[in-house]
């Protein structure tokens, strides 16, 4: 058996089984082997029933006092009751719809139970452990990530058959052993069984640590290998610097970190060589200006710019905003949606094809094989994590090695930034132009629900406006008396009409959320932009693009849905004008992990520490998922969140590449090859 041997070859697997190992995205041997433990089960120190803490997962020995009872609940669903001692004390254990389980279960039959102990001081119980009669239990036992249909036992089974059939080929090793002593790492191998089945958690970690160290440098290589091959020579370079006129045309100063970032850009043009950098700021730091700044520059020198943003709504604010701001500079600026009619993309695609249209703002549609350009020579991409490293290869390769400036307003902890943009100079906007008012945040739970609206009104009465967010479209479905929940997970369209007839009747709300047109998601926020509505009930599609000075208040229902730096993104909608802004974030979860993230967010609005803050609270995997931004899957650097080893991995790669740029050396082979299979999956082929 092979790494790419289907799933469905293992022993255990078959055909139907592997449909359900797809779900978790595992399709060969090497995509099961790299399905991680998500946690164990410590089955190494069973105890005592007296020392068994409460509400703990843990491992409690004793043998069978009383044999299993049935107790029939309801149809499909049969109850196993039994008695267990230690010899000293007793325990009550239930099981659910365990019959195989049951039958096994003798009178003195000594077991291991691994569950969550309840009840009280006179007899504990335990709901639904697991139970193992065979002493060799004593360990940790994987628990992996799993789908209906396939639990993690299974999994466990089918992990140990596949390791068995591939016998030496486990010991395969890509590192070079030189490399594996300098870091004081494991060979793969055993880094492989030691991770799916560690004596200890010591062990555990150190396998860990080893896999994270080579997929962390395998993603670095490639990033490398990236950004160098992207360092060719280009002809887009320019003669002269066109700053000071661009900031003529301004209405407003620029911040000193606007003008060092549009300088570092200006540079990168003057060099001769592809511009790859991201402007990554706050919510409201200018980062259109700069680019603006950048393409003002590039344009005069007789070059054309386009700018790719993630939706039609943020395509045509800046496309509105860029307009204003280069306004009297001669410079005519095209907006190129999926939505438009076909006149007027015929209009847009002929002035883009003869120069006449040197700056285009637009979606997707901008990677269209119909899209032509006279003289490409920047290509901006705003909130980067919403684009694949392809998609905006795709777009530059409709020019002659045209320069790349990628923005984001995306807070990401610095901690993830290296990984992510490891193929991108950074130039960071850490100040805020003037005239930005600080918002205030309060957390309250739904009692202070008619407080907080009393509160909207108020100001929609003095002349502003408001957004209300929820977590969802569709409306939730009724209990027996045909009454909705009061707001357990509030539906932005059940929300809205509840809005209108209640708390703020007489006020004109409107409705925007994802699913809707996209001409009628434009009405919608032109008549919110104009003032001919007061409140706006949204979902997260206001999470970037919206920008109506005169919206002071924020309200998120459900902010535990949330993550903070995906409310912090919503929470920068308000505060864009001159009045004093407000954010109210409500929610009844009184979790520790929620309460801490709602302090967070009451506590400051600097975004880069809010990102940090999630990525300690929640872990980094809940910041982009695992096949955003177009970079292969990261499964176990981001779990680690261990900066000393990511930097140590960049340090490998960096040294590596130095002595062998295309990784041919006999001992670097094996690294390639895993590199290219490894982008292969984005899309990035020929690293070479």
Not at 41 to 46: A, F, K, L
Not at 96 to 114: G, Q, R
Not at 565 to 584: D, E, F, N, P, Y
Request: with cysteine; hydrophobic share 40%.
């Amino acid at each position: 058996m092979e790494w790419s041997t289907s799933i469905q070859y293992v022993k255990g697997v078959g055909e139907k089984r592997a449909a359900l190992f797809a779900k978790l995205d595992i399709r060969t041997v090497g995509d099961l082997l790299s399905h991680y433990p998500r946690d164990y089960e410590d089955w190494s120190h069973p105890l005592a029933i007296a020392d068994a803490p409460y509400g703990r997962p843990c491992c409690v020995r004793a043998y069978v006092v009383s044999a299993p009872r049935e107790h029939y609940i309801r149809k499909g669903m049969v109850l196993y009751k039994f008695t267990v001692s230690d010899g000293h004390d007793g325990m009550h254990v239930t099981l659910f719809n365990a019959k195989y389980t049951a039958e096994k279960l003798k009178v003195n039959m000594p077991i291991y139970l691994f569950g969550t102990v309840s009840g009280n001081f006179h007899m504990r119980e335990m709901s639904a452990p697991l139970i193992e009669l065979d002493p060799a239990a004593d360990r940790l036992r994987p628990i992996y990530p799993q789908t209906g249909g396939l639990n993690s036992h299974a999994i466990e089974k089918v992990v140990k058959a596949a390791m068995l059939a591939l016998g030496s080929a486990m010991d395969a090793d890509p590192l070079p052993p030189d490399l594996r002593d300098r870091y004081r790492l494991m060979p793969r191998g055993e880094a492989l069984r030691a991770i799916h089945f560690p004596k200890n958690h010591e062990q555990a970690a150190r396998a860990r640590e080893r896999l994270a160290f080579e997929e962390c440098l395998l993603l670095q290589l490639g990033l490398f290998r990236l950004k160098g091959r992207s360092r060719g020579e280009t002809g887009v370079r320019i003669s002269q610097n066109h700053t000071p006129d661009y900031e003529k045309l301004l209405p407003f100063s620029l911040t000193g970190a606007q003008r060092r970032a549009i300088a570092e850009c200006v540079a990168d043009l003057h060099s001769g060589y592809p511009m790859s950098r991201l402007v990554q700021g706050d919510v409201g730091s200018g980062k259109t200006a700069v680019a603006a700044g950048v393409a003002y520059t590039l344009i005069r020198e007789g070059w054309q710019a386009a700018l790719m943003a993630p939706t039609e709504i943020l395509a045509a604010q800046h496309a509105a905003t860029l307009s204003k701001l280069l306004e009297g500079s001669g410079i005519r600026v095209g907006l190129l949606t999926g939505s438009l009619r076909a006149a007027e993309k015929r209009a847009v695609l002929a002035g883009l094809a003869d120069g006449s249209i040197q700056l285009v703002v637009g979606t997707h549609a901008l990677l269209s094989d119909t899209v032509q350009f006279a003289r490409l020579g920047l290509v901006i991409t705003d909130e980067q994590h919403r684009f694949g490293v392809a998609q905006r290869a795709a777009l530059a390769a409709k020019g002659a090695r045209p320069h790349l400036l990628v923005m984001s307003a995306t807070p990401i902890p610095r901690t993830l930034a290296l990984i992510i943009y490891g193929d991108l100079d950074v130039s960071i906007l850490d100040e805020l132009p003037p005239g930005r008012q600080p918002i205030e945040t309060f957390a309250v739970g739904s009692d202070k629900r008619d407080r907080a609206y009393a509160y909207v009104r108020k100001h929609v009465e003095a002349g502003r406006q408001a957004y209300v967010v929820c977590p969802l479209v569709e409306d939730e479905q009724p209990d027996e008396d045909g009454r909705l929940p009061e707001c357990t997970l509030a539906s932005a369209t059940a929300y809205a009409d509840k809005l209108r007839e209640g708390v703020l009747a007489g006020c004109r709300v409107g409705l925007l959320h994802g699913r809707m047109k996209a001409a009628d998601k434009d009405a919608v926020m032109l008549a919110f932009s104009h003032g001919e509505l007061d409140v706006l009930v949204a979902t997260t599609v206001i999470e970037v693009g919206v920008d109506v000075p005169n919206a002071v208040i924020m309200v998120i229902e459900n902010a535990e849905r949330f993550g903070l730096a995906q409310m912090h993104q919503l929470r920068g909608r308000v505060g864009r004008g001159h009045h004093k802004s407000t954010c109210i974030l409500i929610s009844d979860n009184h979790g520790d992990v929620t309460r801490a993230r709602l302090k967070a967010m009451t506590r400051t609005t600097d975004g880069f520490r809010i990102a940090d803050e999630d990525l300690k609270l929640r872990g980094p995997g809940d910041f982009f998922g695992n096949r955003q931004h177009g970079l292969p899957r990261l499964k176990l650097i981001v779990s680690t969140g261990d900066m000393a080893l990511i930097a140590q991995a960049q340090d490998a790669a960096a040294a590596m590449l130095a002595d062998d740029p295309l990784l041919q050396a006999p001992e670097n082979r094996p690294l390639a090859r895993q590199v290219e299979a490894l982008f292969a999956e984005v899309g990035e082929q020929g690293l070479n």
